[in-house]
């Protein structure tokens, strides 16, 4: 079992920057594959993208392609989410989350088992 929590959420204009933080405690993070995901009011839990264990895969969402990139430190048991060009509709809470193993084809929660509680992000127009 991992435990996570989120930081950086922040607001930000469009086209601005964030990079969020995912700490993890507990067990040992290089052994488990983390994904982020985000909620918007009205709206169902999306995956935006995903890291495996190593570092050396990852996958976005269509929509976030060429403007979020994830990233992990091992060492400081840290996943993060650069996101560039900042959009309205990026709007959300955010959430990390982790699974003991591979990284999943496709970025859904199901596959994933620890979380944290998110961090809010807004962007103005």
């Known amino acids: 079992q991992l435990q996570l929590v989120e930081s950086g959420g922040d607001l930000v204009q469009s086209g601005g920057s964030l990079r969020l933080t995912c700490g993890a405690s507990?067990?040992?993070?290089?052994?488990?594959?983390v994904g982020w995901f985000r909620q918007a009011p009205g709206k169902e839990r999306e995956g935006v993208s995903g890291?495996?264990?190593?570092?050396?895969?990852?996958n976005y969402a269509d929509s976030v392609k060429g403007r979020f990139a994830v990233s992990r430190d091992n060492t400081k048991g840290t996943v993060y989410l650069q996101m560039n060009n900042l959009r309205p509709d990026d709007t959300a809470t955010y959430y990390c989350?982790?699974?003991?193993?591979?990284?999943?084809?496709?970025?859904?929660?199901?596959?994933?088992?620890?979380w944290g509680q998110g961090t809010g992000v807004t962007v103005s127009s």
């Open positions: 507990g067990s040992n993070v290089k052994y488990y594959a």
């Open positions: 989350a982790a699974r003991l193993g591979p990284l999943p084809p496709v970025i859904q929660e199901g596959w994933y088992d620890d």
């Open positions: 890291i495996d264990a190593g570092g050396s895969s990852t």
